[in-house]
């Protein structure tokens, strides 16, 4: 995971913070890691005031959970970082169990679907690293679990169109806050693990 540069994170303070990091060092026979400092400052001082903490990571086509403790502030190699005890054992979970990281509502995150000749246009619920995500759409629109959809277009105001494919899990019918019927539909989302990550740094600090 350090090798790879692979994002690491956390969800802190009951879920209300999203600390997202990477490994910067371990040392097994002196017993602790070093995490980069987050971009979001409000995410490194919550870090630093919990104490044990369950850290997630995709390396490598697999899900991983371990937990460090301690934290405190150190440097690496001249730049701020977070040291914490290290983890005992590695766990392999199942990838449902990943956080997902929420699209604030102030923020116009759409995907646009390319329906047969016609184009279906979604807001983006949420997503997970690991490109599972939740799209909410017109109740009248009719998709089939299991249905592959190519060439989708996730759209963020502040950076370039990120290009997917999407294979559609489940749909569920959801009332929006207006009372309007909709359908939310649970995908697993093909792109570009970097641009998924871009993605989510974003969402973290709006939500901060």
């Given at each position: 995971?350090?090798?790879d540069?692979?994002?690491?994170?956390?969800s802190?303070?009951?879920?209300?913070?999203l600390?997202?990091?990477?490994?910067l060092?371990?040392?097994?026979?002196?017993?602790?890691?070093?995490?980069?400092?987050?971009?979001?400052?409000?995410?490194?001082l919550?870090?630093l005031g919990?104490?044990v903490i369950?850290?997630?990571c995709n390396?490598?086509?697999?899900?991983?959970?371990?937990?460090?403790?301690a934290?405190?502030?150190t440097?690496?190699?001249?730049?701020?970082?977070?040291?914490l005890t290290?983890?005992?054992a590695l766990?392999?979970?199942?990838?449902?169990?990943q956080?997902r990281t929420?699209?604030p509502?102030r923020v116009?995150l759409?995907?646009?679907?390319?329906?047969?000749?016609?184009?279906?246009?979604?807001?983006?619920?949420?997503?997970?690293?690991?490109?599972?995500?939740?799209?909410?759409?017109?109740a009248?629109?009719?998709i089939e679990?299991?249905?592959?959809?190519?060439g989708a277009?996730?759209?963020?105001?502040?950076?370039?169109?990120?290009v997917?494919?999407?294979e559609v899990?489940?749909?569920t019918r959801v009332?929006?806050?207006?009372?309007?019927?909709?359908?939310?539909?649970?995908?697993?989302?093909f792109?570009?693990?970097k641009e998924i990550?871009e993605?989510?740094?974003l969402?973290?600090?709006?939500l901060?």
């Amino acid at each position: 995971m350090r090798a790879d540069g692979d994002p690491v994170t956390a969800s802190i303070e009951s879920g209300e913070v999203l600390f997202m990091s990477r490994l910067l060092r371990v040392e097994p026979a002196h017993g602790f890691m070093v995490l980069a400092w987050s971009s979001q400052k409000h995410s490194n001082l919550a870090l630093l005031g919990e104490g044990v903490i369950t850290f997630r990571c995709n390396h490598r086509g697999a899900h991983y959970e371990f937990a460090g403790g301690a934290a405190r502030e150190t440097q690496h190699a001249g730049e701020p970082a977070i040291q914490l005890t290290l983890p005992v054992a590695l766990v392999a979970a199942e990838r449902r169990t990943q956080a997902r990281t929420p699209v604030p509502p102030r923020v116009p995150l759409r995907c646009d679907l390319p329906l047969g000749p016609a184009s279906l246009a979604a807001s983006v619920v949420d997503m997970t690293l690991g490109g599972m995500g939740s799209l909410l759409y017109d109740a009248s629109i009719g998709i089939e679990p299991g249905t592959r959809i190519e060439g989708a277009l996730i759209r963020h105001p502040r950076r370039a169109a990120v290009v997917a494919d999407l294979e559609v899990r489940y749909v569920t019918r959801v009332a929006l806050p207006d009372g309007r019927p909709a359908n939310r539909a649970g995908c697993r989302i093909f792109a570009d693990a970097k641009e998924i990550e871009e993605l989510l740094r974003l969402f973290v600090t709006e939500l901060e």
